[in-house]
């Protein structure tokens, strides 16, 4: 009886969906629930899983151990200690060993005292902290603009940034090679999409005499240093173009930060250019400036709005003080530590001389941190890192889709920590066992 009571309370409650469509029985629902494929409800059978899984056991066969998530005992600088093993390590992108320097981690010890370890809540709703407004106004002066802002993540960032700027009337044309948070924020806008060769401005330029006319805002992306193949653009032939468009021009600096011209201060001093010169100066907390997180630097009117109206930054918990502490440290050591930063660029340059002695595809690096060692297969990828982590050297394969196959790569980032004789060491052993395969 009770059974019947609830088959009739349900059958009710279907009938009043108010859609107009016939109402429909329990026993309709159970053969319409029994007709859905197990892919469907499943997450053992999603597409993306059953391609993981593929990958695993194709690695299982060839005696391939995972290469991804080791476990480090230690902090990562130019060494690292994994599962009890010192290794000379080429995968952090500590690129001027700020991670771990005592002053920044003072500022991060200093500010959990002082502020917790959470703001609790968005920034708009529980509040900035001094220390948030102190970094932002260093990013503003490092790039020479009006102001900044932070995010709590890097990648986040470019998300909710392009998200939330550009929409469907737009379009957003980008280097074929940038960064995937990019063209997330470009799914989520629901501007057009383009890309163009990669560091081709002429490429673009015909790109933008196509098509600028049938859009109302228009974004060029670019990156600082490409993190795959560690080359970086002539940025001042796209500023021309810019200029010569009316579009909007966005540089990811996440990598080139610390990394290019004299005193670190990246792409723009590299070249010689005026902060106005880009319109969205975007980068990361996470690499040189050793923290985690996110900026955008520029004009006052696009980060005010920003920090009013983006979801990303608006409906996000605000970055802990202890985050945005280790970030400020490390952006005013860099005001001073241009040995450092021409240390680094003089070990990235021997590793790229030797690697190309030794006859090993760089592909286009510059030898500023990041250079890729091309081995043709995500197999052989997968195998050489191996065979380096035996040799005590930790760096870590880029495999398709990443990359495309033939292009699969060991990734080395080069630290202003490591030695003349552990990067002279690692090429010759790089060189040795890629003989072997």
Not at 26 to 34: E, F, I, M, T, Y
Not at 233 to 256: G, I, T
């Amino acid at each position: 009886m009770k059974d019947k009571l609830i088959q009739q309370a349900l059958e009710r409650r279907l009938r009043q969906t108010g859609d107009g469509a016939p109402p429909a029985s329990l026993a309709d629902v159970s053969r319409n629930a029994r007709s859905v494929p197990e892919q469907f409800y499943r997450f053992d059978q999603h597409p993306g899983y059953q391609q993981l899984r593929i990958m695993h056991d194709g690695a299982a066969r060839f005696g391939l151990a995972n290469p991804f998530f080791k476990l480090h005992e230690s902090l990562a600088g130019a060494e690292t200690t994994i599962e009890g093993q010192r290794f000379v390590n080429f995968a952090s992108y500590n690129y001027l060993g700020y991670s771990g320097h005592p002053v920044v981690a003072e500022a991060a010890k200093a500010a959990i005292d002082h502020y917790g370890t959470s703001v609790s809540a968005s920034r708009l709703v529980s509040g900035d902290r001094p220390i948030h407004r102190e970094l932002e106004a260093e990013l503003a002066r490092l790039y020479e603009v009006d102001d900044a802002v932070t995010f709590v993540s890097g990648h986040a960032t470019n998300v909710t940034t392009i998200g939330y700027l550009f929409g469907p009337r737009d379009l957003v044309i980008h280097d074929e090679l940038i960064h995937n948070s990019v063209l997330q924020g470009i799914q989520l806008s629901g501007a057009r999409r383009l890309s163009f060769a990669h560091n081709d401005h002429e490429a673009l330029d015909r790109l933008l005499g196509d098509q600028r006319q049938h859009f109302e805002r228009v974004l060029v992306v670019l990156e600082g240093i490409y993190s795959m193949d560690g080359d970086y653009p002539d940025l001042p032939r796209f500023v021309e173009l810019k200029n010569k468009h009316k579009v909007f021009l966005m540089v990811d600096e996440a990598h080139s930060l610390g990394v290019m011209g004299a005193n670190g201060k990246g792409i723009r001093e590299h070249f010689g250019l005026a902060g106005k010169d880009v319109d969205i100066w975007m980068g990361t907390l996470s690499k040189t400036l050793a923290s985690c997180g996110g900026y955008i630097a520029g004009e006052s009117a696009l980060v005010e709005h920003l920090k009013f109206m983006a979801p990303g930054f608006l409906y996000s918990v605000g970055m802990p003080a202890s985050v945005a502490a280790a970030a400020l440290a490390a952006v005013r050591c860099l005001a001073h530590d241009a040995e450092r930063v021409a240390t680094l660029q003089a070990r990235g340059q021997q590793f790229l001389a030797l690697a190309r002695e030794a006859g090993l595809d760089t592909g286009t690096s510059t030898g500023l941190a990041v250079i890729p060692v091309i081995t043709g297969s995500s197999l052989k990828a997968t195998q050489l890192s191996g065979a380096l982590a035996k040799r005590g050297i930790n760096a870590q394969p880029i495999l398709h889709p990443a990359v495309p196959e033939k292009a699969a790569r060991v990734r080395f980032f080069v630290s202003c920590l490591h030695t003349p004789e552990q990067i002279a060491e690692t090429v010759a052993i790089v060189a040795q066992e890629l003989q072997k395969l």
